[in-house]
């Protein structure tokens, strides 16, 4: 497993952008298929995108299609969710997640390593 520490979250308004950040620790993080998950007051964690192991390939569920953009930086030990034109129901704890072989595996059960979340909220 990895160590996942998330960051950037925060109150911002209804348009604006924010850059998540999901830094990654422990042997052969550059491996590991890395994803954002958010979840709303209420809600069931919910699938973002996910990010291959080399970076080159991202897949998008329903709520990142779009507006989001999942990058990372190996050499960092580091993935990044650029979120644009936010609106209110964006607002969520967003959670970085990783594994060794969940490609394009969009429930939370298929990852093993987690982040403790960061807080969105857009106001509106």
């Known amino acids: 497993q990895v160590q996942l520490v998330e960051s950037g979250g925060g109150l911002v308004q209804t348009g604006d952008s924010l850059r998540l950040s999901c830094a990654a620790s422990?042997?052969?993080?550059?491996?590991?298929?890395m994803a954002w998950f958010r979840q709303a007051p209420g809600k069931d964690r919910e699938f973002v995108g996910c990010?291959?192991?080399?970076?080159?390939?991202?897949i998008y569920g329903n709520s990142g299609e779009g507006r989001f953009a999942i990058s990372r930086d190996n050499a960092k030990n580091t993935m990044y969710l650029q979120m644009n034109s936010l609106k209110p129901e964006d607002t969520a704890v967003y959670y970085c997640?990783?594994?060794?072989?969940?490609?394009?595996?969009?429930?939370?059960?298929?990852?093993?390593?987690w982040g403790q979340g960061t807080q969105v909220i857009v106001s509106s």
């Open positions: 997640a990783a594994d060794l072989v969940a490609w394009g595996a969009q429930s939370p059960n298929d990852y093993n390593s």
């Open positions: 990010i291959s192991w080399n970076g080159v390939t991202t």
């Open positions: 422990g042997r052969t993080v550059s491996r590991y298929i």
